[in-house]
């Protein structure tokens, strides 16, 4: 009988994934990953993410599956990730700690716990899919695309896809808690986290200003052409495509457009200015062989936000990085956020929006 370690948080979705396994006849165990940190010295800006509350959560669950729990505190594991949200935002980029959280936290740790117990798979409650296809485990969209998380998940290791499972890829959200409620499973009602587990208020500013306040500073706000339009209180508080808080006019709304760290200047312009077709992608991961035409370009569809469905765009190796070329402009191509290649639903890859963009004429729509 297979052995599988399933990631428990403590909510619906790795609840149902772990009964489904069961259901499958596999031997499963949980793992409850605490991340215990404090937001602040006083008592409303303490949080423990996924904390004893979640954790007890979990074992109720468990305790009603019939299968073990155990817990493991990963606070300085989970620090490290703190630490980078708060260096990109530094560097004038905008952090995507979902995706680097997946890929050095959770399941580098439930590899390493399912080695440790002699486990053969590792399983959580994502909403996607692994597949076989001519001897090659593939990554592919969920087959609920409003709830879909490939997109989280491209910098898992390729030859990490045939030890894990995804029991709810097949399965639509509505589906999955309809399934908790049948089993009158204890989280059957439990609300989902729509925000970054360590910023739950939104409020990432006050985080920022808590783990390096020397590095918050007062800058310009100018207008493409150089013009000073108004200062800000510090660059780390804006990210592309940002309207609101800029506090400054010039006759049509503007928005951020670009930020320089050196400078601690903070440029704007307005919607038009927005939209570019190509940039670079760094740190690339390749989980699926791409096919280059006689031009060296490699047809797919991209993504450069969760939220955004894949479009059409090209590929091209250039050494180190990728070139990506979008064939309709998009809006607010955002530096240290992901980028997602697909094709026919299968993740070829991904990599980091590169602060280094190709000279055109952005702009475009």
Same mark, same amino acid.
């Not at 108004?230 to 780390?236: K, T």
């Not at 940039?279 to 740190?283: I, L, R, S, V, W």
């Given at each position: 009988m297979p052995h599988v370690v399933i990631a428990m948080s403590g909510g619906v979705d790795s609840s149902v994934a772990a009964h489904l396994l069961k259901q499958q006849g596999h031997d499963v165990a949980g793992l409850f990953m605490q991340l215990d940190v404090a937001r602040g010295s006083s008592d409303t800006s303490r949080r423990a993410f996924f904390s004893a509350a979640d954790a007890a959560d979990a074992r109720r669950v468990a305790d009603q599956l019939g299968i073990p729990l155990c817990v493991i505190n990963l606070r300085d594991e989970f620090e490290r990730i703190i630490s980078y949200f708060c260096d990109e935002y530094n560097r004038g980029r905008t952090p995507n700690p979902c995706i680097v959280c997946n890929r050095d936290l959770k399941f580098s740790k439930l590899f390493e716990y399912a080695d440790k117990v002699g486990a053969d798979y590792v399983a959580t409650g994502h909403y996607a899919r692994i597949v076989e296809e001519e001897g090659e485990y593939i990554l592919k969209r969920g087959v609920d695309k409003d709830k879909d998380q490939s997109? !989280?998940? !491209?910098?898992? +290791?390729k030859e990490d896809l045939p030890r894990i499972i995804f029991p709810l890829g097949e399965l639509k959200k509505a589906e999955v808690r309809a399934t908790a409620r049948t089993l009158n499973l204890h989280v059957k009602d439990k609300l989902e986290s729509q925000d970054i587990c360590f910023v739950p208020d939104g409020d990432y500013r006050t985080l920022l200003g808590e783990r390096a306040p020397d590095k918050i500073a007062g800058g310009l706000i100018k207008d493409r052409d150089g013009n000073i339009l108004?200062?800000?209180?510090?660059?780390?508080f804006y990210t592309i495509g940002q309207r609101r808080g800029l506090k400054v006019a010039d006759g049509s709304p503007l928005y951020v457009h670009?930020?320089?760290p050196e400078t601690r200047e903070v440029i704007v312009g307005t919607n038009r200015d927005l939209y570019r077709r190509s !940039?670079? /992608?760094?740190?690339v991961n390749r989980l699926a062989e791409p096919e280059y035409d006689d031009e060296g370009r490699c047809r797919c569809k991209a993504t450069i936000r969760y939220s955004q469905p894949p +479009?059409? /765009?090209w590929i091209s190796d250039e050494g180190e990085r990728v070139l990506v070329t979008f064939k309709y402009p998009v809006r607010a191509v955002t530096p240290g956020q992901a980028v997602v290649f697909y094709r026919e639903g299968t993740v070829l890859g991904g990599g980091w929006i590169s602060s280094d963009f190709p000279k055109e004429d952005a702009g475009e729509q």
């Open positions: 997109y !989280f998940l !491209f910098n898992l +290791r108004g200062e800000h209180d510090g660059y780390q670009g930020i320089d !940039f670079y /992608a760094e740190e +479009r059409a /765009a």
